[in-house]
């Protein structure tokens, strides 16, 4: 990944995005920023929202089973209040889960000196942009798209297939479903459906 100057070539703090579908390796991607950071002795503080409990609250984790240490905090949550004044580092995964308020904190961390990793979800299960991603996308100085392969046809998975009781997601189905039996997979634009009103009535 090209991602060489960033690290040695900037006397100010910016933003950066890693972004793209479910299976893209998305958190393996910012965890590896965040250990070579580490490595490099700088401090790194780690954020996630405290809806993401896939694993475990107090780690972000990648799916391949890499983790780093991270606190969990509020979707709305002030995350300025939370910034060391040494920290060198913050990184920040499903940032799509955040709410607006969180982009003036990030510009103001970054004007502070800081690199900002920020790891989220550009489009959500119905192929749209979510939340602040596109704001997020707008104020970073570097942007990573990274892709899956499509489980129906091998082609680079853009988009996040919905299954409930293993059918596609319906359009008007709540993004976040509690208690559901759903599942995900990376398709393509063409392999990805989404059943609309429509549709079910014909
Ligand atoms: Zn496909």
Redo the contacts with the bound molecule.
């Keep these: 990944m090209a991602i060489n100057f960033r690290e040695i070539g900037h006397k100010t703090g910016w933003v950066e995005v890693i972004c793209g579908v479910m299976f893209s390796g998305k958190s393996e991607e910012l965890i590896r920023r965040i250990k070579r950071a580490t490595i490099a002795k700088q401090k790194v503080q780690v954020f996630k929202p405290d809806i993401d409990n896939r694993y475990d609250p107090l780690f972000v984790n990648s799916h391949s089973g890499i983790k780093v240490q991270a606190l969990s905090i509020k979707q709305d949550a002030k995350i300025l209040d939370y910034i060391d004044p040494d920290t060198n580092v913050v990184a920040i995964d499903e940032i799509q889960f955040f709410s607006q308020d969180i982009i003036q904190d990030i510009e103001k961390i970054a004007g502070m000196g800081i690199r900002v990793i920020l790891a989220g979800l550009d489009l959500d299960f119905k192929g749209q942009p979510f939340g602040i991603m596109p704001q997020i996308l707008c104020i970073a100085e570097y942007v990573d798209k990274l892709h899956a392969i499509?489980v129906?046809?091998?082609?680079p998975?853009t988009r996040t297939q919905r299954l409930i009781n293993d059918q596609p997601a319906r359009y008007e189905d709540p993004i976040i479903l509690v208690g559901a039996s759903e599942s995900y997979e990376p398709?393509?634009r063409?392999?990805h459906i989404i059943l609309v009103k429509e549709m079910q009535l014909a």
């Design positions: 499509c129906k046809c091998t082609s998975a398709r393509c063409d392999c």
